[in-house]
Nanobody, 122 residues
C-alpha cells in the first residue's frame, strides 16, 4: 500500500498561483494512478485532475487550461500546479492513488492523503 501526504496549500489572491505536492511512501508511486480532488464543506468531493501511471492526463472542465498535474516517480512525488486561481477554487485539496480506477470517481481511489486547504481571496 501507499501513504500520501499533501502540502503546499495556503491563502492566495485571485489570479495567483500555488503548487501542491503529494509525497508518497510505502510501495513505489510509479505503480499507481494519481488523482487530485477537492471538497468544500457540505458538498461532495469533486474530481480535479488525474494522471495514470503511463502518463495519460485528465482534467475537470473547470480547471482545464489553469491547472497542471505532473508526477516525479523516482522521487515519489506528485504535483498540482494551479494558476489563475479563482475564489471558487477554494477547497480542501486531496491527493489520491489507485492501482485501477474510474478516472473521475472518487470512490474508485483506494488511498488518500489528509488534504491541504487552499483559500483564494477575491
Amino acid at each position: 500500500q501507499v501513504q500520501l501526504v499533501e502540502s503546499g496549500g495556503g491563502l492566495v489572491q485571485a489570479g495567483g498561483s500555488l503548487r501542491l505536492s503529494c509525497a508518497a511512501s510505502g510501495r513505489s508511486f510509479a505503480d499507481y494512478h494519481m488523482g487530485w480532488f477537492r471538497q468544500v464543506p457540505g458538498k461532495e468531493r469533486d474530481f480535479v485532475a488525474a494522471m495514470t501511471w503511463s502518463g495519460n492526463i485528465y482534467y475537470a472542465d473547470s480547471v482545464k487550461g489553469r491547472f497542471t498535474i505532473s508526477r516525479d516517480n523516482p522521487k515519489n512525488l506528485g504535483y498540482l500546479e494551479m494558476n489563475s486561481l479563482k475564489p471558487e477554487d477554494t477547497a480542501v485539496y486531496y491527493c489520491a492513488a489507485a492501482t485501477s480506477f474510474i478516472v473521475r470517481a472518487s470512490a474508485s481511489y483506494r488511498y488518500w492523503g489528509q488534504g491541504t486547504q487552499v483559500t483564494v481571496s477575491s
